[in-house]
């Protein structure tokens, strides 16, 4: 994450990454409270970190996380429509494989009782306590798998709320965006409330997370009509990624900063 | 205070400067566009009185539809108050930006040199 906070710096040309995590790792969303985090039990004992982007924490297990970053010129007015762009691509992926995924269409549905504000000398607040987990909430364009029933282990049917397998959040800098996003692969005994959407597949046709990344990006960038290649980061970027990993994504007094 | 009478940042907060016991006081918000294209505003997080800002530079951020925004000061100088109360209803932000919503209150050191008028400021916003 320290990479992608560094191409948001100095981004003069669309960057696509995609990754896995060597170590299951909970990530917060940047206005989330790392108390929150002691409250989920499944997660404790994982590394802890904390996003530049915003929404729900993300267990980082079974799943593909994407970065999509994009530099002002070519960022429209509603960034979130970039959340759409994404999404639909997956959504198109899904339904050749048989998985009928769609977005999310209105405003928040799950949320818990209202938190009363804190404030400090500085101040922050949470208007609406929401699901911890990212993927227990529900925002617009959030994609969220229908399924007729659930191939493997035993689950609660979800026939209210769907499951969802893919959820994104940005961080803006001057005009440039950087876009995160989570698919779902599998369920993790680390959030077990979760499934991806392999726990719906039968086992032929199991999706290669890194595999649909790849297909994905591919199709993405055609829908703009960009040609993509595959770089390596310049002295400069490293630089910068290694300063932020530092004063940021290892640092505790940034993964702990509310 | 009317949108006509402030001036903006090209990153959409407003100002406006008064003399006040010999000082400029400048008092900052973010524009009714902003709100607006910012959409459902749900965190906000603001600094603290007696911290300083720097024209051009963040002052605070706000997060709506899981997207964190940086919020860019118009001026330099000592902040004398801060709205605290509006992180707990922030609908006012969209109720009314440029009366009810103020952000900070600022004894002004200098102003941002990139500054528009109104008429600049919409013109910039419906090129959007």
Known sequence: MAVDQALLDLVTQPVVRLYRWETPTLSLGYFQATVDSEQHLESRGCPVLRRSTGGGAIMHDFELTYSLILPAELVQSKTSELYDRVHRTVAAMLAEVGLTALLHPSRPTVQEPIEHGRSSNSSAVSVQREPFLCFQRRAVGDLILWPNAPTSGTHSADTVLGHKILGSAQRKRDGAVLQHGSILFQQSPRAPQLLGINDFLPTARRCDAMDFGLELIERFMSQFGWVWESSCLTDQETNVAQDYEQTRFSSPAWNALR | ?128
């Open chain 2, 1 to 128: 205070m009317k949108a006509e009478d402030l001036k903006y940042l090209e990153s959409h907060e407003w100002v406006s400067v008064v003399e006040h016991g010999g000082q400029q006081v400048a008092t900052i918000g973010i524009s009714a566009f902003a709100v607006e294209q910012l959409g459902d505003i749900v965190h906000m997080e603001l600094p603290g009185v007696g911290d300083s800002v720097t024209a051009g530079e963040e002052f605070g951020e706000v997060e709506s539809v899981k997207a964190v925004s940086s919020m860019y000061s118009p001026v330099t100088g000592e902040i004398l108050e801060v709205h605290s109360a509006i992180v707990d209803d922030l609908s006012v932000l969209s109720d009314d930006p440029y009366q009810k919503g103020w952000l900070l209150k600022v004894k002004v050191d200098s102003l941002s040199k990139s500054l528009l008028d109104f008429a600049t400021y919409k013109q910039q916003c419906e090129s959007h």
